[in-house]
């Protein structure tokens, strides 16, 4: 080995002399051969490079240690913006060369800058032009979650990137997680736009998170609120009543408006709005309107505010002309209706209540829809007027002549008239023989001969009945009317006709408790006693049987007619009795027999009348 060195370095020597005859320079090796030889580097000759120290390769492995990092693909390591293009971003990790991440993953952060520190996972080692990528989303997620309990235990303030509108709020971009922003924790004021805040970046609190389902709630209102809540208290602390303040229409609903006072919301309710009345408070404000309104009251704690807005301006009844009176004529437009009357506005927050009863000279009361409707612009005269209770009532009914005024001429006692049949009682049937004109005719007054339990038995509401003035109350406005009176009474032509003891053809009709019933005709329908239905046989009377009946008992008054079946048979064969006793008589003063046979005879006669055998 140490031969085919000398040998090399023979050669080499050569070499090296023949290129000293090429040129002019003389070097080492030609100077002092000797010297060149024993310092010849043989490894740095055979490896082709210069041999390192161990010491120089153990503090060039500290120094790589302390200022590389280990690339591994599922750590998550800091780097830092070194440069910023149109579409990435470099980003210096102290690998061998630096980091490429597009900007989209920095959209949730519009101000990214050169220096920045930034988190990042190696994404790809080299791509297909050697490059390193990294990716900031994916390091973002890692360590997101861990984030985001951080943030919800500590309360910290973090920064989201509002992505979408979603039902019901916004989808915010987290620490690269997507959460969720409900629509009322926005902002302390409802919000009526939302693509407003789409694409921008705010602050918010993590308020809520659900580990189970990995489901994050953010709250941008509640940054916003302890400010708020400071200056609320500082407001409520200077409230007053009467105090006259300036808001915006916060909200509207249908029974009032909110006014938002700078932090502190009070209510207007409808009633309060205007002087007149208003359907919907949509009629006198707007959203986002600035007004003054005056505090009514609140409660102690001064949460809840009441506000008023039509105290600020004079009541209409104070404008109200002195010289309207009661018995004035006014016109109105009918802004209220309800079952009892209807709300008349005579002037700008003037109302008169125009009572139903006041509407008709008709005792039949019925609903003020039947009269007016909302809108209708009427004349009516005013009944009272109250300025210090600020109450008026009023009349339409007086505008026309009360039929009542001359009652005595047109419907004097005994005359005849048709009415309408308008309701009816368990005890009667009111007729109207006018607008006005009521009269009630007794149940005991609809009929001569019918037995009526209820007057629909005899007639229908909207018939028209004739009917006769039994009684007029001037004073009372009542009339007492009778429609049986219309004609005459056939109760006093049945008194002859079915007198006592007269005796009449029937038929049984139905059979009834303690006896049976026959009808003699349409009117006249009488009850035979169970006793009174035994024929001469002994047998009894059956339904639909057709026999001979005296009558025992009629009754005009209360029409009660009892009749006898046996009492027809048993007064023939008395009368027969009485033939035989006088005949027997006759024969026996003939004959003149002894005491003992005329006593026998006597006997026998008195037994055949008494109905023995």
């Known amino acids: 080995m140490a031969e085919n060195k000398t040998k090399d370095a ?6 090296t002399e023949a290129k000293a005859k090429q040129a002019p320079v003389v070097s080492e090796a030609q100077a002092n051969p000797e010297k060149f030889l024993k310092e010849f580097d043989w490894h740095n000759y055979e490896e082709g490079i210069e041999q390192v120290a161990d010491s120089k390769l153990e503090e060039f492995e500290k120094l790589v240690s302390e200022n590389f990092v280990d690339t591994l693909d599922d750590e998550v390591v800091e780097g830092t913006v070194i440069a910023i293009t149109d579409r990435d971003a470099i980003i210096d990790i102290n690998a061998k060369s630096e980091g490429v991440i597009s900007l989209n ?16 996972l190696i994404d790809v080692r080299e791509d297909a032009t050697g490059q390193l990528v990294l990716s900031h989303r994916k390091a973002r997620v890692i360590k997101a979650w861990d984030r985001v309990i951080n943030a919800h235990e500590t309360g910290e303030i973090v920064n989201g990137f509002v992505k979408c509108r979603t039902k019901g709020g916004m989808i915010v971009d987290v620490f690269g997680i997507e959460a969720f922003l409900p629509g009322s924790q926005i902002d302390v004021k409802p919000i009526r736009d939302y693509d407003q805040y789409v694409n921008k970046t705010m602050e918010f609190k993590v308020v809520k998170i659900n580990h189970e389902f990995k489901n994050i709630v953010v709250s941008h209102k509640a940054l916003i609120e302890a400010d708020i809540e400071e200056q609320k208290k500082e407001i409520i602390g200077q409230l007053e009543k009467g105090q006259v303040l300036e808001g915006v229409v916060k909200n509207i609903t249908s029974y009032g408006v909110f006014i938002d006072l700078g932090g502190v919301d009070g209510l207007v309710h409808i009633t309060d709005l205007s002087w007149s009345r208003i359907n919907h408070p949509n009629e006198i404000v707007e959203l986002d309107q600035k007004l003054n309104v005056v505090i009514l009251d609140f409660d102690e704690d001064k949460s809840r505010i009441q506000l008023g807005l039509k105290q600020l301006s004079k009541h209409p009844w104070e404008a109200l002309a002195e010289d309207v009176k009661v018995g004035d004529k006014v016109k109105g437009k009918v802004v209220v209706i309800a079952d009892y009357g209807a709300f008349i506005e005579v002037a700008d927050g003037v109302e008169g209540l125009v009572h139903v009863s006041e509407m008709s000279w008709s005792t039949h009361l019925r609903s003020a829809q039947d009269f007016v409707s909302v809108g209708d612009e009427i004349e009516a005269v005013i009944l009272t007027l109250d300025r210090e209770d600020r109450k008026m009532s009023l009349g339409i009914k007086q505008l026309t002549p009360d039929p009542w005024t001359d009652i005595t001429t047109k419907y004097p006692v005994g005359s005849r008239h048709t009415g309408i049949v308008r309701n009816f009682t368990n005890f009667g049937v009111f007729v109207e023989l006018e607008e006005g004109i009521d ?27 004739d009917v006769v003035v039994l009684e007029l109350d001037v004073e009372g406005r009542k009339l007492s009317l009778g429609h049986k009176q219309t004609e005459e009474n056939p109760w006093d032509k049945y008194e002859t006709e079915f007198a006592l003891d007269t005796v009449h053809k029937a038929t049984i009709s139905e059979i009834v408790d303690k006896g049976a019933t026959v009808e003699f005709n349409e009117d006249i329908v009488a009850f035979v006693p169970q006793r009174h239905l035994e024929k001469e046989d002994g047998s009894k009377l059956k339904k639909g049987e057709e026999a001979e009946f005296k009558i025992i008992e009629f009754n005009k008054e209360f029409k009660r007619v009892v009749a006898s079946h046996t009492a027809v048979f048993r007064e023939e064969e008395a009368k027969i009795v009485k033939q035989a006793v006088r005949k027997a008589e006759a024969q026996a003063a003939e004959a003149k027999p002894t005491l003992g046979d005329a006593n026998d005879a006597l006997q026998a006669l008195k037994d055949k009348m008494d109905g023995k055998k």
Do not use: M, Q
């Not at 993953?105 to 990042?120: H, I, M, S, T, W």
């Open 439 to 465: 009269g009630l005719i007794y149940i005991s007054d609809l009929s001569w001969t019918k037995k009526i339990k209820h007057p629909s038995e005899f007639c229908n509401v909207g018939d028209k009945l």
């Open 105 to 120: 993953e920095f959209r949730y952060n519009p101000n990214l800058a050169v220096g920045d520190k930034v988190e990042v």
């Open 10 to 15: 023979e050669v080499a020597v050569e070499a």
